[in-house]
């Protein structure tokens, strides 16, 4: 790439995160123009600064959404310009006590759930404008107890690890979805397991992670940048590998899921 104006375009969202801003750095490395999306200014600033530094290129800025509010994430989609070629939902969080968005959604299931949800709707647009267009969900092999009749622990208490594996589950399962519709778009969608990271959310969750911020990026990366990875869709990798997703397979499970989603 030699021009602005050539220069694929990449969003990053929980990129002031400790994977996040290795992802970041990792896709500027690869030629793309980077877009940290963080939700404070100056934790946002902070890591672009280090993201420039680490991956020693300037192509790299910031802007700020609360992935967790529907209208923001619009409002983001709202200002965006021009092409997005890959889009990166990284963004997640494992409090320990159940709260409430101002809208009156479970905090954990409106960032890490709806938040994928509503940023590949709001920037389905732009990404079919660029197509071959890419998306790929952070997820983890940390994933299960989807309960569809109370995904917001309304009647279940709520335990954070519980409503993580339940998040984590739900991006995996709406990375099918999402690959099917947009199957002859031109745009892919797949989700991973990153790496093992000691960051606020595994500390959250109550495991530390013994892998580097790099490694753990490296699966998200690839999947983002990999030529070879063109045609790839609806596949959940690990290690740089496609993985077995048994989650893949309730097809059932994923309608239903997509519908609730889709009422958001
Ligand atoms: N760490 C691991 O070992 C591990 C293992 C498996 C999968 N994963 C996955 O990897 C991804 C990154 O995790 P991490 O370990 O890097 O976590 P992290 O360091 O805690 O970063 C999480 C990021 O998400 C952002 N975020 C949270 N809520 C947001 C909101 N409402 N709007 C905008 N941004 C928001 C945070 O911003 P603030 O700083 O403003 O809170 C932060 O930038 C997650 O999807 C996670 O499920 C991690």
């Not at 960051?199 to 998200?220: D, H, K």
């Not at 869709?233 to 989650?247: D, K, L």
Request: aromatic share 8%.
């Amino acid at each position: 790439m030699t021009s602005t104006e050539s220069k694929r375009i990449a969003i990053v969202t929980g990129a002031n995160g400790v994977i996040g801003k290795a992802i970041a750095s990792g896709i500027a490395k690869a030629g793309f123009e980077v877009v940290m999306v963080c939700r404070d200014e100056k934790r946002a600033q902070r890591a672009l600064d280090e993201v420039r530094r680490a991956s020693e290129r300037s192509h790299v800025r910031t802007e700020l959404a609360d992935l967790s509010r529907r209208e923001s994430v619009f409002a983001l989609a709202a200002r965006w310009q021009g092409r997005l070629d890959v889009l990166v939902n990284n963004a997640a969080i494992a409090p320990r006590r159940r709260s409430e968005t101002p809208e009156g959604i479970e905090v954990q299931f409106a960032t890490n759930v709806l938040g994928y949800v509503w940023m590949m709707r709001a920037f389905e647009a732009a990404l079919r404008r660029s197509a071959p267009a890419r998306v790929v969900n952070v997820a983890s092999y940390w994933a299960g107890d989807l309960d569809l009749t109370d995904l917001q622990f309304q009647r279940r208490r709520y335990d954070n690890d519980q409503a993580y594996r339940q998040s984590k589950q739900a991006n995996r399962m709406l990375t099918v979805a999402f690959a099917q519709r947009w199957h002859d778009a031109g745009i892919t969608v797949n989700s991973c397991h990153p790496g093992d990271a000691n960051s606020a959310l595994s500390n959250a969750l109550g495991f530390g992670g013994s892998e580097t911020p790099e490694q753990a990026a490296a699966t998200p990366v690839w999947l983002a940048t990999d030529p070879s990875l063109h045609d790839a869709t609806g596949q959940y990798f690990a290690n740089r590998q496609p993985a077995h997703c048994v989650f893949a397979a309730d097809a059932q499970g994923i309608a239903t899921l997509d519908e609730i989603c889709s009422r958001y």
